[in-house]
Nanobody
Framework: QVQVEESGGGWVQPGGSLRLSCAYS????????MGWFRRAPEKQREMVAR???????SYADSVKGRFTISRDNAKNTMYLQMNSLKPEDTAVYYC??????????WGQGTQVTVSS
């Protein structure tokens, strides 16, 4: 049974940092593409960052230079390091895993709140 779980969210002041983790289990995810998405109140879900099975990365323009996505296949964990956080980064953050057959797995989400 595949399990995907995010952690690391919380409250932080503007300019602060958080690191989100996405732990997964239940199959071999080494070839999976992975990504972080977020949904802010009254807004549509948007892609934040993606990482391929080979380690290639891409980011939304709004987070370039501030966020870093990474993965540790040995630990079955993906990360999102978020620096210089802004109030507009407030959202529920989700991780998504996509297999070569385009099968998808999502976590339940973790809340990130940036405010003073």
């Amino acid at each position: 049974q595949v399990q995907v779980e995010e952690s690391g969210g919380g409250w932080v002041q503007p300019g602060g940092s958080l690191r989100l983790s996405c732990a997964y289990s239940g199959t071999d995810f080494r070839t999976y593409a992975m990504g972080w998405f977020r949904r802010a109140p009254e807004k549509q879900r948007e892609m934040v960052a993606r990482i391929t099975g080979g380690g290639g990365t891409s980011y939304a323009d709004s987070v370039k230079g501030r966020f870093t996505i990474s993965r540790d296949n040995a630990k079955n964990t993906m990360y999102l390091q978020m620096n210089s956080l802004k109030p507009e980064d407030t959202a529920v953050y989700y991780c998504k895993l996509v297999g070569l057959s385009l099968n998808e797995y999502w976590g339940q989400g973790t809340q990130v709140t940036v405010s003073s």
